[in-house]
């Protein structure tokens, strides 16, 4: 079972809302180090992530924190098959683990989010008791339906590997008439599919706990840098030079807000593993500052 304060490396499952919950964590889980939760993205955006998010653990722990990546309901090792998984009960798993992690340290855990765990992040931030102190949103999706429309596009090219010619619309009808579709060996549910094409980020910037926030266990709170929702968008090229194609909402307060446009390549969307090193430094120097995380626990 996890937190474990005597291990770099383990894993466990957490009781969730609909069955057990699989996190590994990276780093001692001593209860004064900052504990720093990873929300990967969907489907096949989550395995081509996986490298970036190991590694991305792997820094923080060097830096004096403690990650742990999280599988929600219905993937990886967690309880539940994909068809029975909602974006609901997604929010549900991560507002688990925070809580899980907050009674266990001294204060509550900050979030990083990939594409749809970054959206994710920002809708259940306000889920919570005591939001988390920092959360880094690497490139939400910020438009659900269109998101929806170029996954179900994987769906044609198996369609017509097998003789059919079966596209996007062909795909929602039959989810819309109740059944359970299957794209890129991953079977979507009626209420996903229906739960992606409403997806959007909340209209107000997400939470963030205050610096100096008093931890539900009672325990002294660790000394925190000013609390901030940070977004981070990859480009190709020089990034000071690149046109902006990925903003925040209108509607979030400006000053809530610290964006960061950084070179990468969209390591979500590339089978060969990419761990791109100015966005690994830069989430890592942003999360493990921001709260005054304790090297070694020291």
């Known amino acids: 079972m996890i937190p474990d304060a005597a291990a770099d490396f383990t894993a466990g499952h957490w009781q969730g809302t609909a069955g057990r919950l699989f996190a590994v964590q990276i780093g001692p889980a001593d209860p004064g180090r900052r504990p720093v939760l990873l929300l990967p993205p969907f489907a096949e955006e989550m395995n081509c992530s996986r490298r970036f998010l190991a590694t991305l653990a792997r820094r923080l722990a060097a830096a004096g924190c403690c990650a742990f990546l999280l599988d929600y309901y219905g993937t990886g090792d967690s309880d539940g098959g994909f068809a029975d998984a909602t974006l609901d009960q997604w929010c549900r798993d991560i507002a688990t683990a925070h809580d899980r992690l907050a009674a266990h340290f001294d204060g509550p855990p900050a979030w990083v989010g990939v594409r749809l765990g970054a959206t994710l992040a920002a809708r259940a931030a306000g889920d919570v008791a005591l939001p988390p102190p920092a959360l880094g949103l690497i490139q939400p999706l910020t438009a659900g339906r269109t998101f929806l429309t170029q996954f179900l596009r994987l769906g044609l090219v198996a369609a017509m590997a097998g003789g059919r010619r079966e596209g996007p619309k062909e795909l929602l009808a ?75 909402p209108a509607s979030w307060a400006h000053d809530a807000v610290a964006e960061r446009v950084l070179e990468g390549e969209p390591f979500w969307s590339i089978q060969e593993p990419q761990v791109p090193a100015d966005v690994l430094g830069a989430v890592c120097g942003d999360i493990a500052e921001s709260g005054g995380a304790r090297r070694g626990g020291a």
């Open 174 to 248: 039959r989810s819309v008439a109740g059944e359970i579709v299957q794209v890129a060996g991953y079977d979507l549910s009626p209420a996903m599919v229906a739960a992606l094409q409403a997806l959007t980020l909340p209209p107000a910037a997400p939470p963030t706990a205050p610096p100096a926030a008093a931890p539900p266990t009672g325990r002294a709170a660790t000394p925190s840098a000013a609390s901030t929702v940070y977004w981070y968008e990859l480009v190709r090229g020089a990034a000071a030079e690149a046109p902006r194609r990925l903003r925040p």
